[in-house]
């Protein structure tokens, strides 16, 4: 990929059991994504996702476009924009910012988000990813 492509973008549901499956395996069980009761009064009004949860689909995302390289030395720098909510399909879609050629290997750089169905963005970042 060259500068300026587009990357092909990941859409995944965030669905409130995805969300509970998340806490398990984060170990994570702040009752903002659990408790109805507890989110309901909370400054969203609602339950929300787990930032990490959210980002993983960045992380999907340049594993289809990149593969193994992307596993083995892929690096994210995110921010956290905006809450997904339970229900939400998301999108995760980016764009190589710049492509280098180096002794043998290629460093590229991407420009990525993750957009929530209303069209705001919930995380911005760069995503980076090296292959021989």
Request: glycine share 8%; hydrophobic share 40%.
């Amino acid at each position: 990929m060259k500068e300026g492509d587009a990357l092909k973008p990941v859409t995944r549901e965030i669905t409130q059991e995805r969300i509970e499956r998340y806490a398990v395996a984060a170990g994570d069980f702040n009752p903002i994504h659990i408790d109805a009761d507890f989110a309901s009064r909370s400054h969203f009004g609602r339950r929300i996702a787990h930032g990490m949860l959210v980002a993983a689909t960045i992380s999907e995302m340049m594993t289809l476009n990149y593969g193994q390289p992307w596993l083995r030395s892929g690096k994210l720098k995110l921010r956290l924009k905006a809450p997904v909510f339970p229900g939400d399909t998301v999108t995760a879609r980016g764009q190589v910012k710049s492509a280098k050629e180096e002794t043998g290997t290629r460093h590229v750089a991407c420009v990525v988000e993750v957009v929530r169905p209303d069209g705001e963005v919930a995380i911005t970042g760069e995503a980076t990813v090296t292959a021989a």
